[in-house]
């Protein structure tokens, strides 16, 4: 049974640019959340998806944006990057109503210059 | 509006001595608490849960924690620590609002001496 998978593990991108992140869930779950952890500090929650809709959104710019597809997967884009945005990504998944029953994925590191 | 404050950024503990790591959390009712372990490059790992019931749960490899709530508090202990528990910790508070959302807090970094 494969857990939450992530790809990329590591990207490099350039200021202004824009990137897009990807998440497949652990089987069976049909709920993906996405939390940005910067170094040093705890994961903050970006946005959580269900039946392909945004549910939930933390306190982040429209510069960040998702997807979520037929089969739960999930994307998170971020447009007009900023070095601030430099931190390692994470993705988490569960079942809609068991939201607290979280796995989370490894993470991409993304690195702003 | 909802809070976790972990006041310690890091404790180092001897190998074999007990520890507590404290967090402190702000919400209107009782949410879900949450320990989250987390080594260097790696995603987070939960170590237990509260929801309701006893206060006192017990989690992966160990470890403990007891809801307080008069304190507000859901601090995370082991009796022994082993020189693998070197690692970030993070408490964190999950709630129901049209879905379910987790905050964390800042972490504490967890050094073991040999």
């Known amino acids: 049974d494969a857990g939450v998978t992530q790809s990329p593990t590591h990207l490099i991108k350039t200021r202004g640019q824009q990137v897009t992140l990807r998440c497949s869930p652990k089987?069976?779950?049909?709920?993906v959340s996405w939390y940005q952890q910067a170094l040093g500090q705890g994961p903050q929650f970006i946005f959580q998806?269900?039946?392909?809709?945004?549910?939930q959104r933390g306190n982040f710019p429209d510069r960040f944006s998702g997807h979520q597809f037929p089969n739960y997967s999930s994307e998170l884009n971020v447009n007009a990057l900023l070095l601030g945005d430099s931190a390692l990504y994470l993705c988490?998944?569960?079942?809609?109503?068991?939201?607290?029953?979280?796995?989370f994925g490894p993470g991409t590191r993304l690195t702003v210059t | 509006a909802q809070s976790v404050t972990q006041p310690d950024i890091h404790i180092t503990v001897s190998e074999g001595a007990s520890l507590e790591l404290r967090c402190n959390y702000s919400?209107?009712?009782?949410?879900?608490l949450f320990w989250y372990v987390q080594s260097p490059g790696q995603g987070l790992q939960l170590l237990l849960k509260?929801?309701?019931?006893?206060?006192l749960v017990q989690g992966i490899k160990g470890f403990e924690a007891e809801f307080k709530r008069s304190q507000s508090s859901f601090n995370l202990r082991k009796p022994s620590v082993h020189w693998s528990d070197a690692a970030e910790y993070f408490c964190?508070?999950?709630?129901?609002?049209?879905?379910?959302?987790?905050?964390f807090g800042a972490g504490t970094r967890l050094f073991v001496k040999a």
């Open positions: 988490a998944s569960s079942l809609i109503g068991q939201g607290y029953e979280q796995y």
């Open positions: 964190a508070v999950g709630f129901n609002t049209g879905g379910f959302k987790t905050i």
């Open positions: 089987s069976g779950h049909d709920t």
């Open positions: 919400y209107g009712a009782t949410p879900y």
């Open positions: 998806y269900y039946e392909e809709e945004e549910r």
């Open positions: 509260y929801f309701s019931g006893d206060t």
